[in-house]
Structures are given as C-alpha cells and as structure tokens.
C-alpha cells in the first residue's frame, strides 16, 4: 500500500461520516495491513460514503494510454479508482472480471492480452473495489472473485486469465436480510476482516445528520425533530420488529413533515405534518415478525405505537394517527 496513502489514513477522521468512532477505527486498523474488508450493517448508515472517504485519499497516479494512436500520459485521481459494484443474483463472472473476445482470440491467441476485454475489477487497479452486498453475489462469481484475491489470477471458460492489479477490496452486508442472498462460504469469508456499524449511537448524533443531509423547506423545531428521532429509535429497539427502519426513514420523516407544512402555506412544523407523513415513509421500510404481521398490518402496528409514544409526550398531541 502506498506510504502517502498509510500517512493520510491514519490521520483521517473520516468527518463525512458523525459518530461511528469504533468502526472507523477497526477499519484504519484493517487497512494499514492491507487487508480485505466487509463492512457489517444495516442500510443507510454511511457504509457507502465511508469507502468513497477512503478514495479521496488516494493520491493520484499517472498513466500512460494510446488514444488515436498517440500515447497520451493521464492523472488519475482517487476518486475515479473508486470502483462500486452492485451486488445482484444476475451478475455474472464476465461482468465483473472481463471475457475472451473469440475472433481477438484466433487472431492474437487466446492467452493474449490482446483478446481478453477486461471487467470493472481492472478499473480498480491501485484503487477501491466496492463491493456492495457482496452476499446477493452468485456463489460462481463468489469462487471467481476468492481465485482473484487468492491467486491473483481466474479462470474464464477453458483459460487462466493472470489479474496484474492491486486494489483495496471493500465489500458490504446487511445482516437483517435475508431475501435473495446467497450464504458467503467460509473458505471466502476467512479473506477478509469484519468491520461491524450500527445506526447512530446517540439520539443527538442522529439529529446532526438529519439536519446536514436534509432539505430545508419549512422550519422544524428541534423539540419536534428529538421527538420524531426518538419514535423511529424507539422502533428500532420494539421486540417485534425484525426489520428496522434505517437513518432514510428519520429523514423521509424530517423532509416530509417540511413538505405538509409548506403544503399548507405554513413556515413551521407542526405536530399533524409529521403524523401525516408517518405511514406513508414507515409502513414499508419495517418487516414485523410472524408471530406479529399475521394479526395486524405494518400501518396498524404503526398507529398503535405512535398512540402509546404520543400519550407520553403531550407536545405531540393524544390523537394519534
């Protein structure tokens, strides 16, 4: 790994991203040794924006390409050497590592670089491969891609493609999901380290990054903001959720209750423009558990547990949804 690289690592605070102290840590520490990461955790918590962080301080590289038959030399910056793939039950090995072309392969030969049309993961060459849900990867792609970090090298059809790059490899999981995923193997999974993030550790932590990434429609009192925050966190802890409603779902709420107000030709929030939004951008975003969602709908549960939160916080008004 690059020294300048391993410099500005270790001094980074990784600021686009509030709290999440230990998991920025456990990544730094991952990644001075080089090695493969995942990183653990529910979506919409900054997984994504914690490796582009990393891309950024990647110091810029000079190549050289032919372009019209000129030899050209080129600056590369980090943030183009940050490469994401999405991880998808349809992705295949050729998407990710490159083919064969047959007619380059009778004219050149067939282990020439020459016949070989090269995959995203040569994109990545000195940089990031991003990798997210990495576990919706078929397992043959999954066999392709520990050949690669194994070897250096893969197998496409009858040939053995030699792979002459190095990138620091950074792949995602969201371990309440279930749903066409594929069971990464252990032999894979004994590759990389596991970097564990959660949502945001404090109510007010959550408050800053609400009112950082949201938009500014309406005025929405910070009582009032505290109070929406608490409900959704206070779902996130309910025994009878199995999927919990993610930092987008705060704000979904925080937008949309700006969005009523507006709606309503008013400058502030008031308590009816966050109740009105309230099903519309939680319903779906929780699963209930089956003992729970064969006796009453998402919205029912919702309007039931919004009531119990509203009785004890009068600022929010006793009639519920």
Do not use: W
């Not at 990138?167 to 380290?193: C, H, W, Y």
């Amino acid at each position: 790994m690059n020294q300048e690289f391993k410099a500005k690592l270790i001094e980074t605070n990784f600021n686009h991203i509030k709290g999440q102290r230990r998991a920025k840590h456990q990544l730094k520490s991952a990644l001075l040794m080089s090695r493969h990461v995942i990183i653990l955790g529910p979506p919409g918590i900054g997984k994504t924006t914690l490796a582009r962080n990393l891309a950024q301080l990647l110091p810029a590289i000079t190549v050289k390409q032919k372009i019209e038959g000129k030899e050209v030399t080129k600056k590369i910056t980090g943030e183009e050497r940050f490469i994401r793939i999405q991880g998808s039950p349809d992705l295949n090995v050729e998407d990710l590592l490159g083919d064969i072309d047959p007619i380059k392969a009778l004219k050149y030969g067939p282990t020439s670089m020459e016949a070989f049309t090269p995959g995203k993961i040569f994109k990545a060459d000195k940089g990031i491969l991003f990798f997210d849900e990495l576990n919706r990867c078929p397992e043959k792609l999954q066999n392709a891609l520990l050949q690669v970090l194994e070897e250096g090298k893969a197998t496409l059809g009858s040939y053995t493609v030699d792979f002459p790059v190095e990138f620091i490899f950074i792949g995602t999981m969201n371990p309440e999901e279930s749903a066409a995923t594929e069971k990464l193997s252990d032999v894979l999974l004994d590759r990389f380290d596991i970097v564990h993030m959660g949502y945001p550790e404090a109510l007010e932590i959550e408050q800053e990054i609400i009112k950082e990434k949201g938009q500014q429609l309406a005025e929405f009192s910070d009582a009032l903001l505290m109070l929406s925050i608490s409900f959704i966190r206070q779902l996130r802890e309910h025994k009878d959720i199995l999927r919990k409603p993610s930092v987008r779902a705060t704000l979904g709420l925080y937008e949309r209750a700006q969005a009523n107000a507006y709606l309503a030709k008013r400058k502030k929030v008031e308590p009816t423009d966050i109740i009105d939004a309230l099903l519309s951008v939680l319903a779906h975003r929780i699963e209930l558990k089956p003992s729970v969602k064969y006796l009453q709908t998402n919205e029912q549960f919702l309007k039931e547990q919004f009531q119990k939160f509203a009785e004890e916080h009068s600022e929010l008004g006793g009639d519920g949804l």
